[in-house]
């Protein structure tokens, strides 16, 4: 028996597969819980191609919705699209025990708070992931460059499980950046996501370049970013100037590169407009900001979704 924490990940795509490989290789037991490719985890495992090596498992346990555990995570992953509609609190319910610390590895603002209100005992654990990955074919992932996590614990600090859980990751090879202030982190995070996911998907699923090196592109993407800022700082979290500029000139020396959310778009499957774009406009709302940029991005694509009939 492993003294190592139960890890179970709920949402095993690209990132709840890939962290969860670096923790089976941390030592950890680790299971999954599938949806669409429980048939062929469950046969074949899961294959990671990835810079880091083989990093290829077999899941403890396989689980699909709607199964029984016997036992209960020390840590629950969730890894799950932040869509509406998809209730979170009730998907990781079966597997919610007393002690179990619950881990978020999504994009997004605001996303914490129902899983919080649903379980306000469970000590939640919020990070951002900063990598390229997505799922090739069922139960395989590529992984494509980077990796870092920037975690904390929800609403704010650092605690004993999240220096447990940072150091099982840095023994997989990951780095991490523990954080007091993870809300802060999000917001900082969401400098880039919510003026390059949603952009690129109103492109047709531009890549990086493409956005910055069409004419008025990077303006656009300019003025976005400081609308974020500005939103941010109302909510208590004011940002560096120099941030835009940062932004701006990493990316462009980043190879072209799609977001997940253009990913999602170009295969068909719902995007996350809301949790990356609808919370920010919605809070910009709430303090009487106005976020015009934001806001035109935002009515665009809820048309697109309505002709196309998405969410
Ligand atoms: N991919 C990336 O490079 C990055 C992603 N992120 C964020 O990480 C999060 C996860 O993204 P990613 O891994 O790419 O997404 P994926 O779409 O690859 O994975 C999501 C997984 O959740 C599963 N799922 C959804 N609903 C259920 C359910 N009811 N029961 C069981 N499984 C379910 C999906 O199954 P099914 O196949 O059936 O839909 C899928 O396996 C998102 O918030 C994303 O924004 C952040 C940084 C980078
Ligand atoms: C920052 C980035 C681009 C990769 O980590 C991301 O969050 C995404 O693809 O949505």
């Known amino acids: 028996m492993s003294s190592k924490p139960d890890i179970l990940i709920v949402g095993a795509g690209a990132i709840g597969s890939f962290y969860g490989a670096?923790?089976?290789?941390?030592?950890?037991?680790?299971?999954?819980?599938?949806?669409?490719?429980?048939?062929?985890?469950?046969?074949?495992?899961?294959?990671?191609?990835?810079?880091?090596?083989?990093?290829?498992?077999?899941?403890?346990?396989?689980?699909?919705?709607?199964?029984?555990?016997?036992?209960?995570?020390?840590?629950?992953?969730?890894?799950?699209?932040?869509?509406?509609?998809?209730?979170?609190?009730?998907?990781?319910?079966?597997?919610?025990?007393?002690?179990?610390?619950?881990?978020?590895?999504?994009?997004?603002?605001?996303?914490?708070?129902?899983?919080?209100?649903?379980?306000?005992?469970?000590?939640?654990?919020?990070?951002?992931?900063?990598?390229?990955?997505?799922?090739?074919e069922p139960g395989v992932v590529e992984h494509k460059a980077y990796g870092k996590l920037v975690m904390g614990r929800y609403p704010k600090g650092i605690d004993d499980d999240c220096r447990e859980l940072s150091q099982l990751f840095m023994d997989g090879g990951i780095n991490i950046d523990l954080t007091e202030e993870v809300v802060g982190e999000r917001w900082r995070k969401c400098l880039w996501n919510t003026p390059f996911n949603p952009l690129s998907v109103i492109a047709n699923g531009a890549d990086t370049k493409t956005i910055l090196e069409t004419e008025g592109g990077e303006e656009l993407i300019r003025a976005m970013i400081r609308e974020v800022m500005d939103v941010a700082a109302a909510e208590g979290y004011p940002m560096d100037e120099?941030?835009?500029?940062?932004?701006?000139?990493?990316?462009?020396?980043?190879?072209?590169?799609?977001?997940?959310?253009?990913?999602?778009?170009?295969?068909?499957?719902?995007?996350?407009?809301?949790?990356?774009?609808?919370?920010?406009?919605?809070?910009?709302?709430?303090?009487?900001?106005?976020?015009?940029?934001?806001?035109t991005v935002l009515v665009t694509l809820k048309m697109r979704a309505n002709l196309e009939d998405r969410n």
């Open 22 to 136: 670096i923790l089976k290789k941390a030592g950890c037991s680790v299971s999954t819980v599938l949806r669409s490719e429980y048939e062929a985890v469950k046969a074949n495992g899961i294959r990671i191609n990835s810079p880091l090596g083989d990093l290829s498992y077999r899941p403890d346990h396989v689980y699909k919705d709607g199964d029984k555990p016997e036992t209960t995570p020390d840590y629950l992953i969730l890894c799950v699209k932040v869509l509406p509609g998809v209730d979170r609190a009730a998907l990781v319910r079966p597997w919610m025990g007393e002690n179990t610390r619950l881990v978020l590895i999504e994009n997004g603002l605001d996303i914490e708070r129902e899983l919080a209100d649903a379980y306000p005992d469970n000590p939640i654990i919020s990070c951002l992931a900063f990598i390229a990955a997505s799922r090739t």
């Open 242 to 295: 120099k941030l835009i500029d940062q932004n701006i000139e990493g990316t462009r020396k980043m190879p072209p590169y799609k977001n997940s959310m253009a990913l999602d778009y170009l295969n068909g499957r719902p995007i996350e407009r809301e949790a990356v774009l609808g919370n920010v406009v919605a809070i910009a709302q709430r303090h009487g900001l106005p976020v015009p940029h934001l806001n």
